[in-house]
């Protein structure tokens, strides 16, 4: 019998196959990404007749790895591995950069290439945490608002699966527009 276990290396996926349960014979792999193209897959022989397979993608979605031993599936191939890519999330828009009370914080998400999660958008400041409205866009886009009515520093914390997409957290600040028309 064979054993698998899956990791996210940042740049690529490992799977470990342990075969000193098989016999003599030879190790092969296939693996097949969201859109149904072909993934390079990389074995390494480590001790002890185990290896370590590493799917060479940092793309989130779903894939399925068929590995085999002496041309048979090994027990409970194909696997489906999920991947999840918060490195491949960006955020942009003029609700991340400094601006003024009463200016509205907008930003957009691009998550297109993560794969599938949770996103979280949280924004905190001088009265704590702040109610961050978001809808969906286009080609997997999320669009967000919030409206800093006070002063200060803000910090905007944006997750994917728990985890900071690249860049966040966040830190701004907000400043009051002087009456005269100038900018403090």
Not at 43 to 52: C, G, K, L, V
Not at 144 to 167: D, F, M, S
Request: with cysteine; proline share 5%.
């Amino acid at each position: 019998s064979s054993g698998i276990n899956a990791e996210y290396g940042g740049d690529s996926i490992e799977l470990d196959v342990d075969t000193q349960d098989a016999g003599d014979g030879q190790l092969a792999a296939v693996a097949i990404g969201p859109k149904g193209d072909a993934v390079p897959v990389e074995i390494i022989a480590n001790r002890n007749r185990t290896f370590t397979l590493k799917l060479l993608t940092s793309k989130g979605g779903r894939y399925l790895v068929n590995v085999y031993f002496n041309g048979s599936h090994i027990p409970n191939s194909p696997f489906k591995v999920r991947v999840c890519n918060p490195e491949a999330i960006w955020a942009e828009g003029p609700g991340l950069m400094d601006s003024f009370v009463g200016d509205l914080g907008d930003f957009q998400v691009f998550t297109r290439d993560a794969g599938h999660g949770t996103l979280s958008v949280r924004v905190n400041g001088p009265k704590d945490r702040f109610r961050v409205d978001m809808w969906k866009g286009a080609d997997r886009t999320v669009n967000c608002r919030y409206n800093p009515e006070v002063a200060g520093k803000y910090t905007i914390n944006i997750k994917w699966e728990e985890e900071h997409i690249r860049g966040s957290p966040f830190s701004i600040v907000v400043r009051k527009r002087q009456e005269n028309g100038g900018e403090s």
